[in-house]
C-alpha cells in the first residue's frame, strides 16, 4: 500500500507548546492502544527529535496501519537521520517491514544517495540486492555508476540480476559495456544474458 504523507497537526501557539506537543506524541508511541500510536505517529512527522523514537516503536509495532504511519512520519521527517533509522529494517526477518523500509527509503532519493555504495557492497546478498532497488529514484547517471561499479565485482547470479533490471529501468547508454561485460562472465546463466540483452536494448531507446 502505497504510503500517504500525514495531515500536519494543528499549529501550535509557541515554540514550547510544539515540544510539549512532541514530547506527549513521543510517549503515546508506546501506548497499548493501536490508535493513540497511530494518531502519535502522524503527528511526528515535523519532528527530527522524534526519529529515534519512531525508529524504537516501528521496530517492535505488529499492526499494519501504525507500522504505516511510523514510516510515513520518517519520510516526511527526511535526511541522514532517517536513512540511518530505518537501515537496519533492510536486515529484518519480517519481509513486510524489509519491502516497506525500502519504498521509505526510495522516497528520500537525495539522503539516501551517499549510502548507497556501501550498501551495495555489504557482505550479505540480500541486502545488496535490496540496495540495488534504492537506486531507481536517484537520478540515472549516479544510478548508472552505482550500479554498473556493483556488477563489475558481483559475483552473486541474484544480485547482477536485481541491478541489471534496475539498470533497464533507470540506467543510460554508459551502463552498456559493463553488461555486456556481465553477459560474459555469466554466460552459462541464460536468465541473465537475456536480462542483458533487454536492458541494452531499453537504455538504448531511451536516449534516442
Sequence with gaps: MPFVKPVAPATPSSDQGTEVGAASAITDLTSRDA?????????????????????????????????????????????????RALLPFLRSQDAGLRASAVEALQAMPRAISPFLEPLLADSDSDVRVLATEL????????????LCQLLDQEQHPNVCGAAIEVLAEVGTRDA???????????????????????????????EG
Aim: glycine share 4%; charged share 20%; hydrophobic share 50%.
Design 176 to 206: 552498456i559495456p559493463t553488461l555486456r561485460s556481465c553477459a560474459d562472465r555469466f554466460s552459462k546463466i541464460p536468465y541473465l544474458s537475456f536480462a542483458v540483452s533487454t536492458a541494452i536494448a531499453r537504455v538504448s531507446d531511451s
Design 135 to 146: 537506486a531507481r529514484n536517484i537520478p540515472a547517471a549516479e544510478a548508472t555508476h552505482v
Design 35 to 83: 490508535e493513540i500510536r497511530w494518531s502519535a505517529a502522524r503527528a511526528l512527522g515535523a519532528h527530527r527529535e522524534a526519529v529515534s523514537a519512531l525508529a524504537a516503536a516501528l521496530g517492535v509495532e505488529q499492526v499494519a496501519h501504525v507500522r504505516e504511519a511510523m514510516m510515513t512520519a520518517l519520510m516526511c521527517i527526511d535526511g541522514e537521520a532517517s536513512v
